[in-house]
């Protein structure tokens, strides 16, 4: 009897084992319909959470809640400045990949300024071109996932959109398109590198002139006096003018005008502008309507502009970083709807974090201050003149490095090595620089170890860069002015940004703790389109929960 059951045992295993292998496998979701690439330029992660109590239960707690997010996402350049992230946030490389080393930067050689997205070859459509405003991805060196995505899926698209022209052409790559929003009319434009003319959706988008209806429009506080009292108050002695809520858009103004429509994007109201323009580019582009999988890149301005105006611990920060939240929620909740809540993923980043003013750091007890460029300059060129004779040795400041005079150092028959060091300890002399590097050193790694080292190499292009790149000490900046603050530094006050995501079909809810960086949202993206990740990146895929 014992026998017949255990054959009968060995009989049900059996049938069920077959059972199983006849249930189709578990399949990984396809790929998103639409990936929103999005992006608060200079937003902290301490924001994030420092007031999440406040947030609106659908804008960035959609990420914290019930999306994936990662508590030490990091910058690991040492140059963090709008353009070098936003270059790097969708190509996975930094800097001395990308060629994008700065916002602007000179060239060593010649001395002349070049704008990290200028290219005089195009122009803005329907709109003036001045000389440094930006037109094409000409100085982004490597590609980008759009660019990627669009060579092996042609139907797909990539829109990019922004307050700043870098903020749209960098993340748009090479073969997106992208808009930016022009300050003299209130509307978002293209170029030339991109098309033609305009199409219906974007003309039609303007005749309303929606910037118009936020002319005389207040900027009040969102929330009850108490509610701020973790943030600094208002007419703080270091604030640039207007420090203060509540405020009148235009006020004084009869009617909208190139001042109105430049004052606009240092508001929530150039947020709310840039997110309605990216709701009639998903309508009128039809983004996600296809099972070509398309890219839409939103980089919302505003947040550094308030930043640098009156740092990110002020009040004025805190309640924008609040009506942000609430844009965001509304946002989002379109996508829902337009899109589809299981269609879609979203990301949310920054492209640096912020610095707190140094006067209100060093009445928090730390050495601060502001360093004045051209008395650097000034200082450094007399000390080498008493090494190598009158002259101006160091002829600018770029980015973070300081450009020699070679063709002075070949006349003189000055060792350029010798000048180059000497550069070097004199820059270390300078208050507020904490580490200098040579070219030198910097192309052959022998610094390695060395603070900050690895984070200037990769801030640094052999072709681009100065003879002599240095990093500023902690709560230090370089400006001569004496209000409002800045970013560019390897601290963690400039490295230390959000990323979120947010897709229940791609992405489990969850916390990771691990240190990441923002190089790794490229191959992120990629391995979930099913793609390969952009030749140059430098990152790796996130772990996700």
């Not at 030490?72 to 190509?91: I, P, S």
């Not at 946002?331 to 610095?355: E, I, P, Q, W």
Request: proline share 6%; glycine share 10%.
């Amino acid at each position: 009897m014992k026998t017949i059951l255990r054959g009968l045992k060995t009989v049900l295993i059996g049938l069920l084992l077959a059972g199983c292998a006849l249930q189709p496998a578990a399949q990984a979701p396809s790929a998103p319909k639409l990936i929103v690439f999005m992006v608060v330029d200079g937003l902290p992660q301490h924001q994030v959470v420092d007031y999440r109590d406040q947030l609106a239960p659908d804008g960035l707690r959609r990420f914290l809640d019930r999306g994936a997010w990662f508590s030490e996402a990091h910058y690991g350049h040492a140059f963090t400045v709008t353009a070098a992230g936003h270059a790097a946030m969708l190509t996975g490389a930094y800097p001395h990949r990308t060629g994008i080393i700065g916002n602007e930067w000179r060239d060593p050689a010649t001395g002349e300024l070049e704008y990290c997205t200028g290219d005089t070859a195009h122009t803005y459509i329907g709109h003036r071109t001045a000389k440094f405003d930006g037109t094409s991805p000409r100085n982004l060196k490597v590609e980008t996932v759009g660019d990627v995505l669009k060579r092996m899926s042609p139907a797909s698209k990539v829109i990019a959109i922004s307050g700043k022209d870098r903020g749209a052409i960098l993340p748009a790559g090479k073969t997106g398109t992208a808009y930016m929003y022009m300050s003299e009319t209130g509307q978002f434009a293209s170029s030339t590198y991109y098309m033609r003319e305009h199409p219906a959706w974007v003309k039609d988008f303007h005749a309303t002139r929606p910037a118009d209806r936020y002319f005389h429009a207040d900027w009040k506080p969102l929330l009850a006096e108490a509610a701020y009292s973790r943030s600094l108050p208002d007419n703080q002695k270091w604030y640039a003018r207007g420090g203060s809520l509540p405020r009148k858009l235009g006020e004084g103004m009869d009617q909208p005008g190139p001042l109105f429509y430049a004052t606009l994007l240092a508001s929530p109201y150039g947020d709310a502008l840039t997110l309605d323009f990216a709701r009639a580019a998903i309508r009128g582009e039809q983004l996600g309507a296809d099972d070509a999988p398309d890219i839409l890149s939103v980089s919302l301005s505003t947040h550094d502009y308030v930043n640098h105006a009156y740092g990110a611990e002020s009040r004025l920060s805190h309640d924008h970083l609040l009506q942000l939240d609430r844009l965001l929620q509304a946002f989002f909740r379109d996508l829902d709807a337009t899109v589809g809540k299981d269609s879609y993923v979203l990301v949310l980043t920054a492209d640096h974090g912020f610095m707190p003013v140094p006067e209100y750091s060093r009445t928090q007890g730390h050495d601060s201050g502001r360093l004045n460029g051209s008395q650097a300059l000034a200082r450094m060129n007399q000390g080498l003149a008493g090494q190598f004779g009158a002259g101006s040795w160091v002829k600018y400041i770029s980015g973070r490095s300081f450009i020699l005079d070679r063709k002075l150092a070949a006349e003189r028959a000055v060792d350029l090595a010798t000048l180059t060091e000497a550069t070097r300890r004199l820059a270390l002399a300078e208050p507020g620089i904490l580490v200098a590097y040579t070219h030198a050193e910097l192309e052959s790694g022998s610094r390695k170890g060395q603070p900050y080292f690895e984070a200037m190499q990769k801030a640094w292009n052999r072709e681009l860069s100065g003879d002599v790149d240095f990093a500023l000490k902690p709560y230090w900046l370089i400006g001569s002015g004496t209000t409002g603050t800045t970013h560019g530094s390897p601290h963690r006050y400039d490295t230390h940004v959000p990323i979120l995501f947010y897709g229940p079909a791609w992405v489990r809810p969850g916390r990771v703790d691990a240190r990441v960086e923002e190089v790794d949202i490229a191959p992120t993206l990629s391995r979930m389109l099913g793609i390969p990740a952009p030749s140059a990146a430098e990152g790796k895929p996130l772990p996700l929960p």
